[in-house]
Protein backbone atom coordinates (compact mmCIF):
# COMPACT_ATOMS: atom_id res chain seq x y z
CA UNK A 1 0.00 0.00 0.00
CA UNK A 2 1.29 3.60 -0.80
CA UNK A 3 0.55 6.08 1.91
CA UNK A 4 0.03 9.98 1.21
CA UNK A 5 2.48 11.95 2.19
CA UNK A 6 1.87 13.63 5.21
CA UNK A 7 1.05 17.16 4.78
CA UNK A 8 3.36 20.02 5.19
CA UNK A 9 1.73 23.17 7.09
CA UNK A 10 3.09 26.41 7.37
CA UNK A 11 1.04 28.49 10.09
CA UNK A 12 1.69 32.33 9.08
CA UNK A 13 -0.23 34.80 11.79
CA UNK A 14 0.97 37.52 13.58
CA UNK A 15 -0.74 36.68 16.76
CA UNK A 16 1.57 34.20 18.91
CA UNK A 17 -2.45 32.63 20.47
CA UNK A 18 -3.61 31.73 17.76
CA UNK A 19 -0.17 30.16 16.21
CA UNK A 20 -0.10 27.85 19.60
CA UNK A 21 -4.02 27.23 19.08
CA UNK A 22 -3.47 25.71 16.00
CA UNK A 23 -0.49 23.46 17.01
CA UNK A 24 -2.63 22.37 19.74
CA UNK A 25 -5.37 21.87 17.64
CA UNK A 26 -3.24 19.22 15.50
CA UNK A 27 -1.22 17.87 18.28
CA UNK A 28 -2.82 14.18 17.56
CA UNK A 29 -2.92 14.66 13.75
CA UNK A 30 -0.78 12.13 12.71
CA UNK A 31 -1.14 13.06 8.85
CA UNK A 32 -0.34 16.66 9.37
CA UNK A 33 3.17 17.75 10.10
CA UNK A 34 3.56 21.78 11.16
CA UNK A 35 6.85 22.69 9.26
CA UNK A 36 7.46 26.31 10.32
CA UNK A 37 5.62 29.35 11.50
CA UNK A 38 5.49 32.99 10.39
CA UNK A 39 4.83 36.30 11.59
CA UNK A 40 3.99 38.58 8.63
CA UNK A 41 3.56 37.99 4.90
CA UNK A 42 7.46 38.80 3.80
CA UNK A 43 8.59 35.90 6.35
CA UNK A 44 5.90 33.64 5.12
CA UNK A 45 7.38 33.91 1.87
CA UNK A 46 10.86 33.32 2.87
CA UNK A 47 9.89 30.26 4.73
CA UNK A 48 7.64 28.77 1.46
CA UNK A 49 10.86 29.21 -0.19
CA UNK A 50 12.80 27.47 2.44
CA UNK A 51 10.56 24.67 3.96
CA UNK A 52 8.47 24.08 0.55
CA UNK A 53 4.72 23.50 2.82
CA UNK A 54 2.02 21.63 0.86
CA UNK A 55 -0.46 23.86 2.88
CA UNK A 56 0.42 27.86 4.01
CA UNK A 57 -2.78 28.31 7.12
CA UNK A 58 -2.58 32.56 6.24
CA UNK A 59 -4.22 35.53 8.17
CA UNK A 60 -5.57 38.11 6.10
CA UNK A 61 -4.14 40.81 8.51
CA UNK A 62 -0.80 40.71 9.00
CA UNK A 63 2.24 43.10 9.07
CA UNK A 64 4.66 44.07 6.29
CA UNK A 65 2.99 42.11 3.75
CA UNK A 66 -0.76 41.04 4.16
CA UNK A 67 -2.26 37.49 3.67
CA UNK A 68 -3.56 38.49 0.77
CA UNK A 69 -0.46 39.63 -1.24
CA UNK A 70 1.37 37.22 0.02
CA UNK A 71 -1.29 34.69 -1.04
CA UNK A 72 -0.88 36.30 -4.74
CA UNK A 73 3.18 35.82 -5.07
CA UNK A 74 2.51 32.40 -3.32
CA UNK A 75 0.46 31.44 -6.12
CA UNK A 76 2.68 33.21 -8.47
CA UNK A 77 5.75 31.94 -7.78
CA UNK A 78 5.23 28.47 -5.76
CA UNK A 79 1.87 26.59 -7.89
CA UNK A 80 2.41 23.29 -5.67
CA UNK A 81 1.94 25.21 -2.40
CA UNK A 82 -1.82 25.95 -1.46
CA UNK A 83 -2.67 28.81 0.67
CA UNK A 84 -5.91 29.06 3.23
CA UNK A 85 -6.99 31.92 3.81
CA UNK A 86 -8.27 32.56 8.09
CA UNK A 87 -9.77 36.49 8.80
CA UNK A 88 -12.47 37.69 11.74
CA UNK A 89 -14.54 38.80 8.71
CA UNK A 90 -17.10 36.57 7.20
CA UNK A 91 -18.55 38.93 4.89
CA UNK A 92 -18.55 37.39 1.08
CA UNK A 93 -16.27 40.50 0.27
CA UNK A 94 -13.86 39.33 1.97
CA UNK A 95 -14.01 35.50 0.85
CA UNK A 96 -14.50 36.51 -2.61
CA UNK A 97 -10.63 38.75 -2.27
CA UNK A 98 -9.37 35.59 -0.99
CA UNK A 99 -10.14 33.62 -3.72
CA UNK A 100 -8.84 36.32 -6.49
CA UNK A 101 -5.51 36.20 -4.55
CA UNK A 102 -5.15 32.21 -4.98
CA UNK A 103 -6.72 30.91 -1.63
CA UNK A 104 -8.12 27.37 -2.01
CA UNK A 105 -10.02 27.86 1.13
CA UNK A 106 -11.39 30.43 3.58
CA UNK A 107 -11.75 29.63 7.50
CA UNK A 108 -13.91 32.24 9.66
CA UNK A 109 -11.92 32.65 13.45
CA UNK A 110 -12.78 31.24 15.77
CA UNK A 111 -12.86 27.68 14.37
CA UNK A 112 -13.43 24.36 15.93
CA UNK A 113 -10.52 21.60 15.19
CA UNK A 114 -13.42 19.53 12.76
CA UNK A 115 -13.09 22.79 10.66
CA UNK A 116 -9.64 23.16 10.45
CA UNK A 117 -8.76 19.57 9.65
CA UNK A 118 -11.25 19.54 7.22
CA UNK A 119 -10.08 22.35 5.25
CA UNK A 120 -6.51 20.88 5.32
CA UNK A 121 -7.44 17.53 4.75
CA UNK A 122 -9.69 18.86 1.61
CA UNK A 123 -7.25 21.67 0.04
CA UNK A 124 -4.88 19.05 0.28
CA UNK A 125 -6.72 15.74 -1.42
CA UNK A 126 -8.01 18.20 -4.32
CA UNK A 127 -4.29 19.11 -4.96
CA UNK A 128 -2.80 15.61 -4.91
CA UNK A 129 -5.82 14.37 -6.93
CA UNK A 130 -4.51 15.31 -9.97
CA UNK A 131 -1.26 14.16 -9.26
CA UNK A 132 -1.01 10.47 -8.34
CA UNK A 133 2.94 10.73 -8.83
CA UNK A 134 3.75 12.33 -5.72
CA UNK A 135 1.68 9.40 -3.83
CA UNK A 136 4.77 7.63 -4.38
CA UNK A 137 7.10 10.42 -3.49
CA UNK A 138 7.57 9.26 -0.30
CA UNK A 139 10.15 10.86 1.83
CA UNK A 140 13.10 8.93 3.10
CA UNK A 141 15.43 9.65 4.98
CA UNK A 142 19.23 8.95 4.86
CA UNK A 143 20.23 7.00 8.17
CA UNK A 144 23.53 7.86 9.40
CA UNK A 145 25.36 6.02 12.19
CA UNK A 146 28.86 6.70 13.87
CA UNK A 147 30.53 3.83 15.41
CA UNK A 148 33.31 3.07 16.65
CA UNK A 149 34.26 -0.38 18.98
CA UNK A 150 36.43 1.97 21.41
CA UNK A 151 34.89 4.39 23.79
CA UNK A 152 36.15 8.04 23.85
CA UNK A 153 37.06 8.14 20.08
CA UNK A 154 34.22 11.27 19.29
CA UNK A 155 31.46 9.72 18.09
CA UNK A 156 28.86 11.69 20.19
CA UNK A 157 31.02 14.75 19.06
CA UNK A 158 30.81 14.37 15.71
CA UNK A 159 27.53 13.19 15.23
CA UNK A 160 26.51 15.96 17.45
CA UNK A 161 28.23 18.59 15.37
CA UNK A 162 27.05 17.03 11.99
CA UNK A 163 23.85 16.99 12.95
CA UNK A 164 23.68 20.64 13.99
CA UNK A 165 25.32 21.72 10.89
CA UNK A 166 22.89 19.84 8.55
CA UNK A 167 19.65 20.93 10.80
CA UNK A 168 21.01 24.67 9.98
CA UNK A 169 21.09 24.14 6.14
CA UNK A 170 17.31 23.65 7.13
CA UNK A 171 17.27 19.83 6.35
CA UNK A 172 15.24 17.92 9.10
CA UNK A 173 17.39 16.23 11.48
CA UNK A 174 16.98 13.86 13.84
CA UNK A 175 19.55 12.93 16.07
CA UNK A 176 19.12 9.49 18.08
CA UNK A 177 21.26 9.12 20.93
CA UNK A 178 21.46 4.97 20.46
CA UNK A 179 24.06 4.73 23.52
CA UNK A 180 20.94 3.57 25.58
CA UNK A 181 22.75 3.16 28.70
CA UNK A 182 25.47 6.45 29.28
CA UNK A 183 24.54 8.67 26.08
CA UNK A 184 25.94 11.84 26.15
CA UNK A 185 24.14 14.04 23.59
CA UNK A 186 22.03 15.69 25.93
CA UNK A 187 24.58 16.91 28.19
CA UNK A 188 26.77 17.81 24.83
CA UNK A 189 24.11 20.07 23.75
CA UNK A 190 23.16 21.22 27.43
CA UNK A 191 19.72 19.52 27.31
CA UNK A 192 17.58 18.47 30.08
CA UNK A 193 16.21 14.87 29.62
CA UNK A 194 12.47 16.24 29.85
CA UNK A 195 11.89 12.94 27.29
CA UNK A 196 13.90 10.49 26.12
CA UNK A 197 13.33 7.49 24.10
CA UNK A 198 12.30 5.26 27.05
CA UNK A 199 9.00 7.40 26.96
CA UNK A 200 8.58 7.06 23.62
CA UNK A 201 8.86 2.90 24.26
CA UNK A 202 6.25 3.16 26.97
CA UNK A 203 3.69 4.04 24.08
CA UNK A 204 1.43 1.05 23.22
CA UNK A 205 2.52 1.77 19.19
CA UNK A 206 5.40 3.52 18.15
CA UNK A 207 3.99 5.65 15.62
CA UNK A 208 5.22 8.91 14.08
CA UNK A 209 2.99 10.91 16.64
CA UNK A 210 4.96 9.35 19.61
CA UNK A 211 7.78 9.69 18.63
CA UNK A 212 7.16 13.51 17.72
CA UNK A 213 6.16 13.97 21.83
CA UNK A 214 8.93 12.21 22.95
CA UNK A 215 11.35 14.56 20.97
CA UNK A 216 13.58 17.47 22.39
CA UNK A 217 14.08 20.34 19.97
CA UNK A 218 17.38 22.32 20.05
CA UNK A 219 17.62 25.85 19.55
CA UNK A 220 19.10 24.73 15.68
CA UNK A 221 15.88 22.78 14.78
CA UNK A 222 17.47 20.30 15.15
CA UNK A 223 15.21 17.09 17.14
CA UNK A 224 16.67 14.51 19.34
CA UNK A 225 15.34 11.75 20.82
CA UNK A 226 17.58 11.53 23.98
CA UNK A 227 19.27 8.21 25.55
CA UNK A 228 17.33 7.54 29.12
CA UNK A 229 17.99 9.52 32.31
CA UNK A 230 19.27 6.54 33.43
CA UNK A 231 21.05 3.11 32.18
CA UNK A 232 18.84 0.55 34.22
CA UNK A 233 16.29 2.15 31.86
CA UNK A 234 18.16 1.25 28.80
CA UNK A 235 16.44 -2.39 29.01
CA UNK A 236 13.16 -1.48 28.37
CA UNK A 237 14.20 -0.18 24.49
CA UNK A 238 14.06 -3.34 22.91
CA UNK A 239 15.40 -4.19 18.93
CA UNK A 240 11.91 -4.04 17.90
CA UNK A 241 11.88 -0.52 19.22
CA UNK A 242 14.50 0.69 17.22
CA UNK A 243 13.39 -1.00 13.94
CA UNK A 244 10.08 0.67 14.34
CA UNK A 245 11.74 4.15 15.00
CA UNK A 246 13.78 4.29 12.31
CA UNK A 247 10.76 2.95 9.93
CA UNK A 248 8.28 5.62 11.16
CA UNK A 249 10.67 8.53 11.53
CA UNK A 250 12.46 8.12 7.98
CA UNK A 251 9.19 9.03 6.62
CA UNK A 252 9.61 12.65 8.20
CA UNK A 253 13.13 13.73 7.67
CA UNK A 254 16.04 13.93 5.50
CA UNK A 255 18.89 12.70 7.80
CA UNK A 256 18.56 10.45 10.84
CA UNK A 257 21.62 10.36 12.86
CA UNK A 258 22.66 7.12 15.50
CA UNK A 259 25.08 7.84 17.83
CA UNK A 260 25.91 4.84 18.95
CA UNK A 261 27.62 3.25 21.91
CA UNK A 262 31.11 1.09 21.58
CA UNK A 263 29.59 -2.59 21.09
CA UNK A 264 28.01 -4.98 18.89
CA UNK A 265 24.91 -6.63 19.82
CA UNK A 266 21.58 -7.03 18.04
CA UNK A 267 20.69 -3.16 18.59
CA UNK A 268 23.86 -2.17 17.27
CA UNK A 269 23.25 -4.79 14.13
CA UNK A 270 19.76 -3.45 13.63
CA UNK A 271 20.40 0.40 13.16
CA UNK A 272 23.73 -0.60 10.97
CA UNK A 273 21.63 -3.08 9.17
CA UNK A 274 18.81 -0.24 8.38
CA UNK A 275 21.81 2.83 8.26
CA UNK A 276 22.56 3.86 4.61
CA UNK A 277 26.05 5.41 5.71
CA UNK A 278 28.21 3.83 8.95
CA UNK A 279 30.84 6.44 9.88
CA UNK A 280 33.75 4.15 11.76
CA UNK A 281 35.58 6.27 14.03
CA UNK A 282 39.32 5.96 14.96
CA UNK A 283 42.03 7.73 16.64
CA UNK A 284 45.88 7.73 15.65
CA UNK A 285 46.53 5.35 18.73
CA UNK A 286 46.93 1.82 18.79
CA UNK A 287 44.35 0.75 20.47
CA UNK A 288 41.86 2.17 18.12
CA UNK A 289 43.58 0.97 15.37
CA UNK A 290 42.93 -2.90 16.82
CA UNK A 291 39.85 -2.26 17.76
CA UNK A 292 38.48 -1.28 14.25
CA UNK A 293 40.61 -3.67 12.65
CA UNK A 294 38.96 -6.37 14.59
CA UNK A 295 35.52 -4.32 14.00
CA UNK A 296 35.70 -4.36 10.04
CA UNK A 297 36.34 -8.05 10.45
CA UNK A 298 33.55 -8.97 12.37
CA UNK A 299 31.49 -7.38 9.67
CA UNK A 300 33.41 -8.89 7.26
CA UNK A 301 32.74 -12.41 9.06
CA UNK A 302 28.65 -11.74 8.86
CA UNK A 303 28.67 -10.66 5.33
CA UNK A 304 27.91 -6.53 6.44
CA UNK A 305 27.49 -4.51 3.31
CA UNK A 306 31.19 -3.00 3.11
CA UNK A 307 30.40 -0.63 0.68
CA UNK A 308 28.42 1.83 3.09
CA UNK A 309 31.46 1.55 5.80
CA UNK A 310 33.57 4.97 5.77
CA UNK A 311 36.19 5.59 8.03
CA UNK A 312 36.63 8.56 9.56
CA UNK A 313 39.89 9.63 11.50
CA UNK A 314 39.24 11.82 14.05
CA UNK A 315 41.71 13.99 16.71
CA UNK A 316 44.69 13.76 13.70
CA UNK A 317 47.84 15.27 15.19
CA UNK A 318 51.40 14.44 13.49
CA UNK A 319 54.34 13.35 15.30
CA UNK A 320 52.39 10.16 17.52
CA UNK A 321 54.17 7.42 15.70
CA UNK A 322 51.22 6.43 13.38
CA UNK A 323 49.43 8.76 10.63
CA UNK A 324 46.54 8.85 8.16
CA UNK A 325 48.33 6.44 5.62
CA UNK A 326 49.14 3.85 8.26
CA UNK A 327 45.38 3.52 9.46
CA UNK A 328 44.42 3.55 5.49
CA UNK A 329 46.98 0.97 4.74
CA UNK A 330 46.14 -1.05 7.98
CA UNK A 331 42.66 -0.83 7.76
CA UNK A 332 42.91 -1.50 3.84
CA UNK A 333 40.20 1.17 3.74
CA UNK A 334 40.19 4.83 2.68
CA UNK A 335 39.57 7.34 5.19
CA UNK A 336 36.35 9.04 4.38
CA UNK A 337 37.07 12.30 6.47
CA UNK A 338 39.80 13.75 8.70
CA UNK A 339 39.04 15.74 11.98
CA UNK A 340 42.22 17.33 13.28
CA UNK A 341 42.81 17.27 16.64
CA UNK A 342 41.66 20.84 18.64
CA UNK A 343 41.38 20.11 21.83
CA UNK A 344 40.80 23.35 23.42
CA UNK A 345 37.74 24.00 20.90
CA UNK A 346 36.16 20.48 21.54
CA UNK A 347 36.35 20.60 25.26
CA UNK A 348 35.06 24.00 25.56
CA UNK A 349 32.28 23.78 22.94
CA UNK A 350 31.26 20.14 25.35
CA UNK A 351 32.02 21.91 28.98
CA UNK A 352 29.31 25.00 27.31
CA UNK A 353 26.69 22.49 25.93
CA UNK A 354 27.39 24.05 22.46
CA UNK A 355 28.44 23.01 19.11
CA UNK A 356 31.91 23.94 17.47
CA UNK A 357 29.84 24.09 14.17
CA UNK A 358 27.51 27.04 15.55
CA UNK A 359 29.93 28.54 18.40
CA UNK A 360 33.28 28.20 16.19
CA UNK A 361 32.12 27.78 12.32
CA UNK A 362 36.03 29.00 11.34
CA UNK A 363 37.93 26.68 13.82
CA UNK A 364 39.52 23.77 12.07
CA UNK A 365 37.58 21.11 13.68
CA UNK A 366 34.12 22.99 12.89
CA UNK A 367 35.55 22.93 9.18
CA UNK A 368 36.37 19.74 8.73
CA UNK A 369 33.12 18.38 10.07
CA UNK A 370 31.38 21.00 7.42
CA UNK A 371 32.98 19.46 4.93
CA UNK A 372 31.89 16.02 5.84
CA UNK A 373 28.38 17.72 5.49
CA UNK A 374 28.60 19.11 2.62
CA UNK A 375 30.21 15.79 0.70
CA UNK A 376 26.47 14.23 2.61
CA UNK A 377 24.19 16.58 1.19
CA UNK A 378 25.78 16.93 -2.05
CA UNK A 379 25.82 14.28 -4.99
CA UNK A 380 26.28 10.43 -3.82
CA UNK A 381 29.69 9.41 -4.18
CA UNK A 382 30.88 5.86 -5.14
CA UNK A 383 33.25 3.90 -2.99
CA UNK A 384 36.91 4.39 -3.71
CA UNK A 385 39.30 1.90 -3.08
CA UNK A 386 42.49 3.95 -2.93
CA UNK A 387 45.15 2.64 -0.42
CA UNK A 388 47.47 4.79 1.52
CA UNK A 389 51.38 4.08 2.11
CA UNK A 390 52.44 0.92 4.19
CA UNK A 391 52.13 1.09 8.19
CA UNK A 392 55.25 1.32 10.67
CA UNK A 393 56.79 -2.04 11.34
CA UNK A 394 54.59 -1.86 14.78
CA UNK A 395 51.32 -1.83 13.08
CA UNK A 396 52.83 -4.32 10.20
CA UNK A 397 52.95 -6.62 12.89
CA UNK A 398 50.05 -5.91 15.06
CA UNK A 399 47.61 -6.26 12.09
CA UNK A 400 49.01 -8.90 9.56
CA UNK A 401 50.63 -10.66 12.10
CA UNK A 402 54.27 -10.72 10.71
N1 LIG B 1 38.77 16.21 17.09
C1 LIG B 1 38.90 16.32 18.41
N2 LIG B 1 39.88 17.05 18.96
C2 LIG B 1 40.04 17.13 20.30
N3 LIG B 1 39.23 16.54 21.19
C3 LIG B 1 38.21 15.79 20.70
C4 LIG B 1 37.99 15.65 19.29
N4 LIG B 1 36.90 14.85 19.13
C5 LIG B 1 36.49 14.53 20.36
N5 LIG B 1 37.25 15.08 21.31
C6 LIG B 1 37.13 14.93 22.77
O1 LIG B 1 37.29 13.57 23.08
C7 LIG B 1 36.47 13.23 24.18
C8 LIG B 1 35.59 12.07 23.81
O2 LIG B 1 34.71 12.48 22.78
P1 LIG B 1 33.25 11.88 22.64
O3 LIG B 1 32.54 11.90 23.92
O4 LIG B 1 32.63 12.56 21.48
O5 LIG B 1 33.63 10.39 22.26
P2 LIG B 1 32.69 9.12 22.20
O6 LIG B 1 33.30 8.19 21.18
O7 LIG B 1 31.31 9.51 21.97
O8 LIG B 1 32.89 8.53 23.66
P3 LIG B 1 31.98 7.52 24.54
O9 LIG B 1 32.60 6.18 24.34
O10 LIG B 1 32.11 8.03 25.92
O11 LIG B 1 30.60 7.60 24.01
C9 LIG B 1 35.72 14.48 24.56
O12 LIG B 1 36.38 15.13 25.60
C10 LIG B 1 35.77 15.32 23.28
O13 LIG B 1 35.71 16.71 23.55
MG1 LIG C 1 29.60 9.09 23.14
Known amino acids: MVAAPRIKLLIADDMDELRSNVRRMLNNQENIKIVG ?17 HIVLMDINMPELDGLKAAEMITKDYPNVQTV ?6 EQEYFRRAMKAGAKDFLVKPFSTNDLVET ?8 IKDRPELLHEDQKAEIISFFATKGGVGRTTLAVNLAVNLASRNKQVL ?86 PPSITEKELAILDKSDLVLLVATLEISSL ?84 D ?6 EGVSNETGKSAILKIKDLLFGS
Open 290 to 373: KNTKLCLKTFNDINFDMGKIKLILNKEIPNVGIGKADLEAGLAIPVYATVPMESEIAQRSLNHGEAFVAKAPGSAIAKSIIGMA
Open 375 to 380: RIVGPK
Open 37 to 53: EARNGKETIEKVKELQP
Open 120 to 127: IQNVFNSW
Open 175 to 260: LVDSSLQFGDVAITLNQPIKRSISNLVEAEEITIGEIEKNLVRHESGLDLLLAPKEPALAEAVKVDHLIKIIDQARHSYHYIIFDL
Open 85 to 90: IMSIQS
